[in-house]
């Protein structure tokens, strides 16, 4: 047991702990040796060792109780308990130090995920319906993308998700539609009909020509590579405007902005 959690120890206090056991038992030995047999000094290193053991149980149950209990209240405090997700502010943080650390070669692809029309299905069936059909949303998306992928709850209907190391259009369009396809599927089995509007930043790394790379800035203009760390907050921003013209114009569509040039690439439906 003093093994199990001997990080969390100094020397000094590990080595300190562990006479307690070793140092009785040895006395006791060299004392049969020596002197010959004790039953009352046997019986003394005995007690002794009860009481150690039982301390020592003690102690280690207390700590991993406390561990325990840390670790709940922490995941508590970064999920969303409706979802599972992580909730927007662990979400945005994870997402701003992988945005922080992307340099011109990095790729990725930023999500807002919205319900549409969610007030009418709240109206129509009820808030149980409304929040079955939020976690069937966020189920969907966790089944989708890898683990290393950061998906959070937005808010409300809402949900955002950080898609890393690739800017893939295929792997966008086929990770959505199999999105649409599952969200429809559900959909027509609950006789609901339930979908949803998705806003895409799309941040592709950076094209070597020869032995020089080619910048990419915000307006679109080209010069040696100066980007660094991307801006999270513009990220974020075009995939909002990209999601606001998806459910102005083509609600249960997605529309895509590249990061380098802010206006849409391209659209899909379901």
């Known amino acids: ?3 199990s959690y001997r990080k969390n120890l100094d020397r000094i206090t590990f080595l300190s702990v562990m006479s307690f056991s070793v140092l009785p038992v040895l006395a006791t030995i060299y004392q049969a040796l020596a002197y010959g ?9 005995i007690s002794t ?22 670790e709940k209240a922490r995941y508590e405090a970064e999920h969303d308990g409706m979802t599972g997700l992580l909730n927007k502010e662990a979400g945005y943080k994870r997402m ?29 069936y009820g808030h149980t319906v409304g929040d079955f059909w939020i976690r069937e949303v966020a189920s969907q998306l966790r089944h989708i993308y890898w683990q290393d992928d950061i998906i959070c709850r937005y808010g409300g209907d809402e949900f955002i998700a950080l898609i890393r190391n690739t800017a893939s ?9 199999m999105f649409f396809q599952q969200l429809t599927r559900a959909s027509e089995q ?17 094209r070597i020509s020869g032995n020089r790379d080619i910048s990419r ?19 974020v921003k075009q995939a909002d405007l990209a999601l606001y013209e998806t459910k102005r114009f083509n609600k249960g569509t997605f529309t895509v902005y590249n990061y380098d040039r802010p206006q849409p690439a391209s659209a899909i439906c379901t």
Do not use: P, W
């Open 96 to 124: 701003r130090k992988y945005f922080d650390r992307m340099d011109s070669h990095d790729e990725a692809i930023l999500m807002f995920v919205n319900i549409d029309d969610f007030k009418t299905i709240n109206d129509t």
């Open 1 to 3: 047991m003093l093994i």
């Open 49 to 70: 060792q009860i009481m150690f053991i039982m301390d020592t149980v003690e102690l280690n149950l207390r700590f991993y109780s406390q561990q325990a209990a840390y």
């Open 169 to 177: 259009e295929q792997v966008l369009e086929t990770t959505l539609g």
């Open 37 to 45: 047999f004790s039953l009352q000094c046997l019986a003394i290193v």
């Open 217 to 235: 800035n915000t307006d679109g203009g080209n010069g040696e590579d100066t980007r660094g760390g991307v801006d999270f907050g513009q990220c």
């Open 190 to 206: 609950h006789g609901q009909d339930v979908h949803c509007s998705v806003g895409v930043c799309r941040i592709a790394a950076i």
